[in-house]
């Protein structure tokens, strides 16, 4: 289907420039006119919408026909899609012209890029009614003014050089608003969110909404349902105009051969999101967010993070948990252990403090296996752990590690 971009007619010129974006067609809309049998129209009105070709069978009341119709005007480009236009040269005298080049660039705010012509021979003469045809594609990747350029060069029977230029402005719109959210766990583990809303005037299917990892991360989506792998926001999957959607994705850091667990310092480079999606007539578009970056949480020179815990313990027996020291820094530490009991905590250490756990070089890790004694039942935090190292005789203080929930486990008498 054609809508035409009719610029103004510059000069005479023996050959005419036609061009056209080509759109998809949308389904014809008509206004039906009813009223009650009694009134005065009676049967009238009725009968008009029943004969109108343009109304559906049987839902002659139904404002959408079954017809389609060609765009009545140029309509919006959104960023993402991909820009269509037929270009015509004719002749339009009874001349026969000769070297006729016909150029094609798009003009945007940061360059300019040639679509069509640019390397091609001229085409050797165009007799008179004849026509050069191109149809131009063109991915739009850029927001704002954009101005479609096409230039014609040719050379009359008297051997005149004639040139012409026209010129077609159109917007280029933002169809998806996109914001991010970074949420880090207490391990290695990066969570993402990302809203996506419709910002244009029309329903939008979501295709595909994707994070391309960076070779730092390996991500899971979290948008399915584990048991059903049925998707998180039901079987619709249009986006109706000034929806969100949220989305949420994890990410881990890939143990590399040589890449020190868990250290990763300064801006990190996540990925980038990759969204597909169709207008309601079946135009696709596609968006790619650039590279998402995310500041890594500073640990100071040592990080503890607890590996293995339970989720719930009896009263007054031991357990264990499992916890992993990292040394952040550039030095090599020699440690030593201490755990301090408070009085006033539900928890105790079981167990020697002050031993000493050896050196540990710069961004490497050890396990530590520790146990306690609950005495307090309900949900008690686990503190008093304390890392010296003993070259700078500097102490790491450790405290609300994590929470665990004590229970009694004795009958009521």
Not at 249 to 276: A, H, M, Q, S
Request: net charge negative.
């Amino acid at each position: 289907s054609k809508s035409k971009m009719e610029p103004n007619r510059e000069k005479e010129h023996l050959l005419a420039l036609k061009v056209m974006r080509l759109t998809r067609p949308t389904f014809l809309h008509v206004t039906p006119i009813t009223c009650d049998d009694r009134d005065l129209p009676g049967q009238t009105f009725s009968q008009i919408v029943r004969s109108d070709m343009a109304s559906s069978t049987g839902l002659e009341e139904f404002a959408m026909g079954e017809l389609l119709t060609l765009p009545q005007n140029f309509g919006n480009i959104f960023l993402g899609e991909t820009f269509s236009c037929y270009v015509c040269v004719h002749n339009d005298s009874t001349q026969v012209v000769k070297d006729i080049m016909v150029k094609a660039d798009l003009q945007t705010s940061s360059q300019r890029l040639t679509l069509s012509g640019g390397s091609s021979p001229p085409i050797p003469e165009l007799g008179p009614e004849g026509s050069i045809d191109e149809v131009i594609h063109h991915e739009v990747k850029e927001l704002g003014t954009h101005i479609l350029v096409c230039a014609v060069s040719y050379t009359t029977q008297s051997s005149e050089k004639m040139y012409f230029r026209k010129f077609f402005k159109f917007q280029v719109l933002k169809p998806l608003d996109v914001k991010t959210k970074f949420y880090n766990a207490e391990s290695d583990e990066v969570y993402l969110e990302a809203q996506v809303q419709n910002i244009t005037a029309a329903p939008m299917v979501m295709e595909k909404v994707s994070l391309e990892p960076s070779p730092s991360y390996s991500v899971t989506e979290l948008n399915t349902e584990e048991k059903a792998g049925s998707s998180v926001f039901g079987t619709s999957v249009y986006l109706n105009p000034k929806d969100i959607r949220q989305y949420l994705y994890c990410l881990k850091p890939k143990v590399e051969v040589g890449t020190p667990r868990g250290v990763l310092k300064g801006v990190t480079n996540i990925g980038k999101l990759d969204i597909i999606w169709k207008t309601n007539m079946g135009e696709k578009g596609r968006l790619q967010t650039s590279p998402l970056q995310r500041m890594a949480p500073g640990y100071g020179d040592i990080r503890l993070t607890v590996e293995q815990i339970p989720d719930g313990v009896p009263m007054e027996k031991p357990f264990n948990f499992k916890c992993r020291v990292t040394n952040c820094c550039e030095r090599t530490m020699d440690l030593l252990l201490l755990l301090q009991n408070n009085g006033t905590s539900g928890l105790y250490w079981c167990g020697v403090s002050g031993k000493q756990l050896g050196k540990l070089g710069p961004n490497t890790n050890m396990e530590l296996n520790l146990t306690l004694l609950a005495s307090v039942p309900g949900l008690q935090s686990i503190s008093g752990l304390r890392l010296t190292d003993t070259y700078l005789k500097r102490t790491y203080e450790h405290d609300d590690i994590a929470q665990i929930f004590v229970y009694s486990d004795q009958e009521p008498s």
